[in-house]
């Protein structure tokens, strides 16, 4: 910013004043052009940048139309697969493969689940989206040297 403000004062000043300007260097036209195309490509610069915020923005609105529309059809084959039709049940083990959650980070003891497993485990047994135990034993839980004991044993 300082930099222009200079070279602004500096063209203002040399109208004034063209005797300054050196016989053998570009003068006050050669600046006048680099002035010009300083404000060109500042103003493409504030323009490309909306334009990336509006492409932005625009490419987040279809996308999520296009999940809401990609919902829909796999809502559809689910049903489908429920009712044992035989093609849908195809689609919907297809489609179903990418909600498939990734495997479990492996803990220092496999026994030992963390804490964010036990409660996706807990949730998923409570609403009935996962089968198998879910057993939490505390003893002596208020003083030093007690024993937790943590069955995870949810598919």
């Given amino acids: 910013m300082r930099r222009y403000g200079f070279i602004e004062k500096v063209l203002e000043v040399a109208g004034d004043y063209p005797q300054f300007w050196q016989g ?15 404000d060109v490509l500042r103003n493409l610069v504030v323009w490309f940048r909306y334009a990336s915020r509006v492409t932005g923005d625009l490419l987040l609105l279809a996308g999520d139309d296009a999940f809401r529309i990609a919902g829909s059809y796999y809502a559809s084959a689910r049903d489908g697969a429920k009712r044992k ?8 083990e297809m489609l179903r493969l ?11 003891s496999p026994e030992e689940p963390t804490l964010p497993e036990i409660e996706r485990d807990f949730h998923g047994v409570l609403h009935g989206r996962k089968d198998g135990k879910l057993f939490i034993k505390n003893e002596s839980p208020r003083t030093t040297g007690g024993v937790r004991e943590v069955v995870d044993d949810v598919r």
Wanted: cysteine-free; hydrophobic content about 35%.
């Fill in 24 to 38: 053998f260097a570009e003068g006050e036209e050669a600046l006048r052009v680099r002035v010009n195309e300083i």
């Fill in 85 to 92: 039709n035989t093609e849908a049940q195809k689609v919907y």
């Fill in 98 to 108: 990418l909600w498939l959650r990734r495997r479990r980070h492996e803990t220092s």
